[in-house]
């Protein structure tokens, strides 16, 4: 079985209670073919409307939760024996945020083919994740590795558990071979400049955050972090200046993390100002010295 079978059954990671807006291009996108999650409305408008299940799973990522899960109801005579209905009804509670209902749907199919236990697996994990519970997710992200290991999504959140806990050559290990694949993905990218940073190593993560372009560097996450980078370089103003660009976000971690590093970056800049302005007084003073001395 191809690993195309498992189109748009994987969940991604995202940051904190609610998921990062990232639409990509298909060339950029290193998921494409196994998610859906970072389809923008074009792309998912084009999934074949006569595939019914893809069909009402790409609205259920367009938002249209109560008249997909209505359409699912209503072909559950055709569609009880398959594995798919099952997996995207859970898939749709859990965009939803019924996190236990979607476990429950999960569970119905979890008998079906490896990569669609994988894929069960992989979005379990992010229920755990989403409710803190890091030591189930992580052997679930293992298990899905292992039944599906060609598929990236598990790969790439099971790396992010490691960014979190510090298990830094871990992520770089599952991280390195995807970006070499996909050069493009910004999501890639910013996990590589995560990693280099968190390594304490600031001219490698400077090569990767020079990678961005001016309009992914408004998104929260991205500028944040670019953002923490120039601040650990010093280079104080041009951190002020991304962080000042990023678009507004209703993601706590991230509003809260963003204030206090302005607030450090704002300290920065007033002492080198003191300063400046502390040795432009020096100079003046000894100017007058001399003139006075002549």
Not at 93 to 105: D, I, M
Not at 138 to 163: G, H, M, R, W
Not at 211 to 219: E, I
Request: charged content about 25%.
């Amino acid at each position: 079985m191809k690993i195309l079978t498992v189109i748009s059954l994987l969940l991604l990671a995202s940051c904190g209670s609610h998921k990062i807006v990232s639409k990509l291009d298909n060339n950029d996108d290193a998921f494409s073919n196994e998610s859906f999650m970072r389809f923008g409305h074009t792309r998912l408008t084009q999934v074949n409307e006569n595939d019914f299940l893809k069909k009402e799973l790409s609205n259920c990522y367009r938002g249209s939760f109560s008249t997909s899960l209505k359409s699912f109801q209503d072909k559950l005579g055709e569609y009880k024996t398959n594995e798919k209905y099952w997996l995207y009804i859970g898939i749709c509670y859990q965009l939803y945020g019924s996190h236990l209902k979607a476990n429950f749907y999960y569970d119905y199919a979890l008998s079906g083919s490896k990569y669609t236990q994988a894929a069960i697996l992989n979005n379990k994990a992010l229920v755990a994740m989403k409710a803190r519970n890091f030591d189930d997710a992580f052997p679930l992200l293992e298990k899905s590795i292992k039944l599906a290991p060609t598929s990236n999504v598990p790969k790439y959140n099971l790396a992010q558990l490691y960014i979190k806990f510090n298990h830094l050559e871990k992520a770089r290990s599952l991280i390195t071979p995807l970006v070499r694949k996909n050069q493009g993905d910004v999501d890639l990218i910013l996990s590589m400049m995560t990693i280099e940073i968190a390594s304490k190593d600031y001219k490698r993560a400077n090569y990767w955050a020079g990678k961005f372009n001016s309009k992914q560097l408004t998104r929260e996450d991205i500028s944040l972090y670019v953002a923490l980078l120039y601040y650990e370089l010093g280079n104080y103003a041009e951190a002020k200046e991304i962080i000042g660009k990023q678009r507004a976000t209703i993601i706590d971690e991230i509003a809260t993390a963003s204030r206090e590093l302005n607030k450090k970056i704002d300290i920065e800049l007033e002492r080198i100002k003191e300063e400046k302005d502390s040795k432009d007084a020096n100079n003046k003073k000894g100017v007058n010295r001399v003139a006075v001395k002549n």
